[in-house]
Nanobody, 114 residues
Framework: QVQLVESGGGLVQPGGSLSLSCAAS????????MRWFRQAPGNERELVAE???????NYAESVKGRFTISRDNAKFTVYLQMNSLKPEDTAVYYC????????YGRGTQVTVSS
């Protein structure tokens, strides 16, 4: 079955960095676009970044220039490098893939606070 397991979240001060990872299994990773979403309390889940099978990337305007999505097909893993973090980046971050439906992992909490 499809499994997406996020890791790397935590507490960081404003201006700091975190690197998230998502280990995928149960589908052909290399041919699928992978996405990171986030959801803050009281807000809808929003798309943060995506990377195609060819490595083409797209970002939400709010994270452009600060976040970088990448993938390692040999390791079935997608990453999200987050720099210059702001308090408004605080959210649960989810890895996602669209197959017959959209799948999400359980998420990892990112808290940006002094």
């Amino acid at each position: 079955q499809v499994q997406l397991v996020e890791s790397g979240g935590g507490l960081v001060q404003p201006g700091g960095s975190l690197s998230l990872s998502c280990a995928a299994s149960g589908f052909i990773f290399s041919i699928n676009t992978m996405r990171w979403f986030r959801q803050a309390p009281g807000n809808e889940r929003e798309l943060v970044a995506e990377i195609s099978s060819r490595g083409n990337t797209n970002y939400a305007e709010s994270v452009k220039g600060r976040f970088t999505i990448s993938r390692d097909n040999a390791k079935f893993t997608v990453y999200l490098q987050m720099n210059s973090l702001k308090p408004e980046d605080t959210a649960v971050y989810y890895c996602s893939v669209n197959l017959n439906r959209r799948y999400y992992g359980r998420g990892t909490q990112v808290t940006v606070s002094s």
